[in-house]
């Protein structure tokens, strides 16, 4: 079965972006495909590749990049959310005029449209968050 | 045509799982994980509600989840059944729907 997922929370907030993995870890171990995850919200914050947690603290983002590169899965990060809070790619920088760019490997930047495409390509699109 | 139900947080901190037993469909299946587990626990303010909603539906709690907060299989309301992740991910498949109490 094909699976969207969209996670409105970031790391180390609460819970849902290590539930959302874990779900997609298990989906993906039960033989499903997941057709994109999208970032929402405050969950654009799983998107940048300078966190850096203690090093006995689980890397979130890293976890999300690894994954995506395993399983080639979709990371979207919503560009309206990111552009409130800081997250750019090199198409952002460009277009802001802002001196660097933070996005995560296997992450990219795109528009609501991908999460609303997410949910009539997926045939279940389940939501993780705040 | 049925739905899965999830709430992910403690019916002490906010409404979501009132909410949901409230307004979900009988035969539907709920699903407590994160913080949600805490709706699971006998003896609380919500207890009695959660009983009443296990006449008509089907409530999971996320295993994983409850050993994180040290919640004991003994705890729980009776006619709760305990899924891990691959049950959870069973769960969205069995229903036609998902909706997230978030």
């Not at chain 1, 609501?112 to 997926?122: D, V």
Request: with cysteine; net charge negative; glycine share 10%.
């Amino acid at each position: 079965m094909k699976f969207g997922i969209q996670v409105n929370e970031g790391p180390y907030t609460h819970e849902a972006s290590v539930s959302a993995l874990n779900f997609v870890k298990a989906a993906l171990e039960a033989g499903h495909e997941i057709f994109r995850v999208f970032f929402y919200h405050d969950g654009v914050n799983n998107g940048t590749r300078y966190t850096t947690p203690p090093q006995d603290d689980i890397n979130i983002v890293n976890a999300w990049s690894e994954l995506a590169e395993k399983h080639n899965i979709d990371l979207v990060v919503c560009v309206a959310a990111a552009q409130r809070r800081g997250i750019v790619d090199e198409g952002e920088q460009e277009r802001n005029g802002k001196d660097g760019n933070n996005i995560a490997p296997g992450f990219r930047i795109s528009g609501l449209g991908q999460l609303i495409e997410a949910g009539i390509q997926s045939e279940r699109l389940v939501v993780f968050g705040d | 045509m049925s739905t899965l139900h999830t709430i992910n947080k403690s019916p002490f901190d906010r409404a979501s799982l009132q909410s949901c037993l409230r307004l979900a469909a009988d035969g539907n299946a709920i699903l407590l994980f994160e913080d949600g587990v805490y709706g699971a626990m006998k003896g609380s303010t919500v207890a009695e509600l959660v009983e009443k909603a296990l006449s008509n539906k089907t409530i999971y709690v996320l295993g994983p989840d409850m050993k994180a907060r040290g919640v004991d299989e003994s705890k729980l309301i009776d006619g709760i059944k305990v899924v891990d992740y691959k049950g959870f991910v069973e769960l969205t498949v069995e229903n036609d729907k998902v909706n997230a109490w978030v």
